[in-house]
């Protein structure tokens, strides 16, 4: 187990890595310690003085870290919290299969006073690497498959490079809790809302989802379309990113798509009791003929919905 400290969305450098390798922070706010446990397992232990900690550090995440193979060959993996005055917290990160690093805790001051906080994350990512030690370390990059929790809201777009972003569309379909389908997507205004269903708002490059309302969306998902004939995502380079109000940033190159693509998903959003489980797609999805690439994305899903020519 180890702790990275984060100053905004990132890490400084290596030295806001906390491990058994280097097991106190400059600031002496958080200490690693690893000892024997009774049943011949390993028992590690973080220490976090907040009131220490910097005012710079905004986060701290507690990240599980397998070496030697997958996460899924360690056996009852299981973290618990405690603090002074706070009932005890036990979370048991059972069901992970793949992946060599596991974020299973993130303690955040909040926007409120600046008050500590400490929340499950449970979300796979690559592994921070532990040499050299004078390099910083890699950012968490998007998981093969993660959970995001509120509160606050989480911002997904696309960054083309050069001018290979010209009339791709940003698109979402949703299904909520209660049975209610739809579409958001430039085309017809059909902008989504935040507040009010569907949960899901489009502006300009950003699709945003309001993770306060997690328990309302059965799923959703978010993919490009390409406006125009002669074109396909052979041709468009980008990366897409996934921005949490609480967590590291997430993003990924976009890779280019066969000839005949004019239609990529990004993100397929499952709801999970009150949060959202993140799974990466990054699927291109060949159009045919007179039919549209949200129709093409809607078959291959399997949404159901009904589709009517939309104003442009």
């Excluded at 002669?230 to 980008?238: P, Q, T, W």
């Amino acid at each position: 187990m180890c702790a990275l400290l984060l100053a905004g969305r990132a890490p400084r450098g290596a030295g806001d890595l906390v491990d058994a390798e280097v097991p106190r922070h400059e600031s002496g706010a958080v200490t690693h310690r690893r000892e024997s446990a009774g049943d011949g397992g390993v028992l590690d232990t973080l220490v976090l003085d907040l009131a220490s900690l910097e005012r710079a550090v905004t986060a701290v995440l507690v990240v599980i870290r397998a070496e030697g193979g997958p996460l899924g060959r360690i056996p009852a993996l299981r973290l618990r919290a405690l603090a002074e005055g706070v009932r005890p917290v036990r979370l048991d990160c059972g069901g992970v299969t793949g992946g060599r690093m596991l974020v299973v805790g993130e303690c955040y001051r909040d926007a409120e006073g600046g008050r500590w906080r400490l929340r499950a994350v449970t979300l796979t990512a690559p592994l921070l690497p532990s040499a050299p030690r004078h390099a910083p370390p890699a950012p968490v990059g998007l998981p093969t498959a993660g959970t995001c929790v509120g509160p606050g809201l989480l911002r997904i777009g696309f960054r083309a490079e050069g001018g290979s972003g010209e009339d791709v569309d940003l698109c979402a379909l949703f299904e909520l809790a209660d049975g209610r389908k739809g579409v958001v997507q430039p085309l017809g205004g059909a902008a989504g809302a935040l507040r009010l269903p569907p949960y899901v708002r489009l502006d300009d490059d950003s699709l945003t989802v309001n993770l306060d309302q997690a328990e309302r969306f059965r799923r959703v998902l978010v993919f490009l379309t390409l406006r125009g004939a002669g074109r396909s995502f052979a041709d468009v380079r980008g990366t897409v990113t996934v921005r949490p109000d609480h967590g590291p940033p997430q993003d990924f190159a976009l890779d280019p798509g066969g000839p005949d693509s004019t239609a990529c998903v990004l993100l397929l959003l499952t709801g999970e009791e009150d949060a959202l489980r993140v799974r990466r797609e990054a699927r291109h999805l060949a159009v045919r003929r007179g039919v549209s690439p949200q129709r093409i994305v809607d078959y291959a899903y399997g949404w159901g919905l009904v589709w009517t020519p939309a104003d442009v």
